[in-house]
């Protein structure tokens, strides 16, 4: 007996696409076991619209969790994903399409791999009437060959530590992977948070082909647009932000998770651990420029920027560069 499929979707207010959604999903060429709904908290009509939708395809399991309290997107779907009962879970967005062959191309990947833990894709964007905008998402993140070589050469785990590529709408894996990473701790978002567990625990596969339509409109919660010169320019000369504060703490709290897990090799407890002191070090630099170059090549010296950044040379330029 093949793998058996559950989908876990979050919903909020999405009225004027789940319907769309969740059709497509339900026309795939490989159709699911089990849909679970979390919706949190609308106040449309998104919950009649599933309750109506799912209805109409009764051979399919469908739970619909409903929260009287806004959980936010990462609990909503960590309690999503805690409902499924399927060997492999496919995230979904209320705002997507999927395309008929998701499941097709990614399922059978999972049967022929034991140690594969999850699967991300391409996606197609499209604008809010789903006419596509011209570019991927991996055009959009500017997913390089290298990092796509890097994944596939088991440097998954390095590779994330740097940068996520990983995003939740494209993306699926073995439910056994709940086991070490529920609960996702603050300040994970749960896509990036369930990506790098699955670094650790096995392999991490991706489908360069778009698998999912990718709508990105006003009320996107998490959306992906391709940067402009001006938006790159700003990064490197705007003012610093609290990111290497935030990104420190979620090594720090990875590094915690990692430390408890009995499978965890020594080596990326290492890295881990090395990436929260870096972008620590990175938050406490100076504010005059001109004191933080000691600092700077300190870490060009340790091999830092190559290793743990995830722009290299640039956020060295950024670290030196940006204002206070």
């Not at 998701?102 to 009437?129: E, G, H, Q, T």
């Not at 990506?195 to 360069?208: C, K, Q």
Request: one cysteine or more.
């Amino acid at each position: 007996m093949g793998l058996s499929v559950s989908v876990a979707m979050c919903t909020h207010n999405g009225e004027a696409f789940v319907e769309r959604q969740l059709e497509s999903i339900f026309r795939s060429n490989r159709v699911p076991e089990q849909i679970v709904v979390s919706d949190d908290a609308s106040t449309d009509s998104t919950r009649t619209i599933v309750d109506r939708v799912t209805g109409r395809h009764p051979s399919v399991d469908v739970i619909l969790l409903d929260n009287q309290t806004p959980l936010g997107v990462t609990a909503n779907f960590a309690q999503a994903i805690s409902a499924c009962t399927g060997d492999v879970i496919a995230l979904s967005d209320q705002d997507d399409e999927w395309h008929p062959d998701r499941l097709a191309r990614i399922i059978p990947l999972f049967d022929a791999s034991p140690s594969l833990s999850l699967i991300f894709s391409n996606a197609r964007l499209v604008d809010a009437a789903g006419v596509p905008i011209g570019y991927s998402l991996f055009d959009a993140l500017e997913v390089t060959p290298r990092d796509l070589e890097e994944l596939r050469d088991d440097r998954a785990f390095s590779r994330l530590l740097r940068r996520n590529l990983v995003t939740g709408a494209t993306t699926a894996f073995r439910r056994s992977l709940l086991s070490a990473a529920l609960p996702i701790p603050y300040p994970w978002l749960h896509d990036e948070w369930l990506a790098v567990i699955a670094a650790t625990l096995g392999a991490v596969g991706v489908v360069e082909e778009d698998l999912v339509d990718y709508r990105q409109h006003g009320s996107n919660e998490i959306g992906a647009r391709r940067p402009t010169l001006r938006h790159k320019l700003g990064r490197l000369v705007g003012p610093r932000a609290d990111r290497n504060r935030l990104l420190a703490l979620r090594f720090a709290v990875l590094a915690e998770r990692l430390d408890s897990l009995p499978t965890t090799s020594p080596a990326d407890l290492q890295r881990t651990s090395v990436k929260s002191a870096f972008e620590s070090a990175r938050a406490a630099l100076p504010s005059a420029r001109l004191s933080r170059i000691p600092q700077i090549v300190g870490f060009a010296r340790k091999s830092w920027y190559r290793d743990y950044s995830s722009q290299g040379s640039l956020d060295m330029a950024r670290d030196l560069l940006q204002a206070p």
